[in-house]
């Protein structure tokens, strides 16, 4: 039997994480599909020798130290989650937000090349500004609308050329803070909501993403990816059908516009930045569609007693 494949990942207590290292482990995360592996081979359960560092273990702005980690661990992967995700705190806070996501990056890649190890990235589809008016392919032109885009663009520029980088949107996951959860919250407590119709998107369930980058990780194949559940949809239809599956009628979410929101974010967002993951598609299994990767959410938040 060959030896496990060493895989850091950083960022491992964020949403994603939490769920990438329990997959690589070939451990069940929840709201995961049992079945669902994009390469068609389950993750065998000592394929991967997987250490997982948070944020106060290991600052990826310490470039020394996070060389001097990736020296002593020696990974043969290293996913990177760890970033600054807070969209509109980045546009008070770019400074940081720039040395997390771009000079970060950076760091990761420079400490990755230096063991050859290959590093996946990942990035967002707030690196597009939505006017395109379809769905963005891997190619597209980029101008990103706000900080937080910007410094991962930054960042994707600063990678290597042989470097993997998953671009993903909207992710939520059972565990860690996302807009789901503030849905479900306010569905079972009997209030209402307001969503905006005017952003379109797509969401990306953590557990169906970590399935994902498990495959990446067999795979490592440098380049641009696009990595999301199958279908394009609205933050009011993601409220919508979450308060359905809660047992609440029509009157549960009310379409708003972006104008309309009080306050007005500090951010501005792409109006239409779908991610087209054709290219995944023509290569892996797709992952399954929004509403699937929602009802999984909602089910499983609910039987872990989530609030
Ligand atoms: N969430 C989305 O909708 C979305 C969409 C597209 C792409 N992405 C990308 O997907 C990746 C994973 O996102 P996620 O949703 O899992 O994010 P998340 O839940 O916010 O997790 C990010 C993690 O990075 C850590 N971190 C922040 N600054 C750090 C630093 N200087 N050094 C080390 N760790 C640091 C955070 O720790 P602390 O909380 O302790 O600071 C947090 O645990 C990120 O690259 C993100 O940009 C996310």
């Given at each position: 039997m060959s030896a496990p494949v060493r895989v850091l990942v950083t960022g491992a207590a964020g949403q994603v994480g939490v769920d990438l290292v329990d997959v690589l482990n070939a451990v069940l995360p929840p709201g995961a599909d049992a079945a669902f592996q994009p390469d068609g081979t389950p993750i065998g359960a000592e394929e991967f020798d997987v250490l997982g560092v948070t944020?106060?273990?290991?600052?990826?702005?310490?470039?020394?130290?996070?060389?001097?980690?990736?020296?002593?661990?020696?990974?043969?992967?290293?996913?990177?989650?760890?970033?600054?995700?807070?969209?509109?705190?980045?546009?008070?806070?770019?400074?940081?937000?720039?040395?997390?996501?771009?000079?970060?990056?950076?760091?990761?890649?420079?400490?990755?090349?230096?063991?050859?190890a290959h590093l996946i990235s990942i990035s967002t589809d707030y690196v597009f500004d939505g006017r395109k008016g379809a769905s963005y392919i891997e190619g597209d032109p980029t101008n990103p609308l706000n900080v937080y885009g910007s410094s991962k663009r930054a960042g994707e520029l600063l990678?290597?050329?042989?470097?993997?980088?998953?671009?993903?949107?909207?992710?939520?996951?059972?565990?860690?803070?996302?807009?789901?959860?503030?849905?479900?919250?306010?569905?079972?407590?009997?209030?209402?909501?307001?969503?905006?119709?005017?952003?379109?998107?797509?969401?990306?369930?953590?557990?169906d993403m970590a399935r994902a980058l498990a495959t990446m990780v067999r795979e490592r194949p440098g380049g641009l990816w696009h990595v999301a559940n199958s279908g394009t949809t609205s933050w009011f239809d993601v409220a919508q059908y979450a308060g359905t599956l809660l047992g609440r009628g029509d009157d549960f979410a009310t379409p708003i516009m972006t104008s309309e929101l009080e306050p007005a974010p500090l951010a501005t967002r792409p109006a239409r930045s779908d991610l087209s993951t054709q290219k995944w598609s023509e290569r892996f299994e797709a992952l399954p569609q929004w509403r699937d990767g929602v009802r999984r959410l909602v089910h499983d938040r609910t039987a872990t007693g989530a609030p």
């Open positions: 944020h106060h273990e290991l600052d990826v702005t310490d470039r020394d130290a996070t060389a001097r980690a990736i020296r002593a661990t020696r990974p043969d992967v290293i996913v990177h989650l760890a970033a600054y995700t807070r969209v509109d705190r980045a546009e008070v806070d770019a400074d940081t937000c720039y040395d997390v996501n771009a000079t970060g990056t950076e760091t990761m890649s420079l400490a990755a090349h230096d063991i050859g990678c290597r050329a042989e470097d993997t980088i998953v671009r993903s949107s909207w992710v939520m996951g059972v565990r860690g803070k996302n807009v789901l959860h503030v849905i479900a919250e306010r569905a079972l407590s009997g209030a209402t909501v307001r969503f905006v119709e005017d952003q379109v998107g797509t969401v990306t369930l953590a557990s």
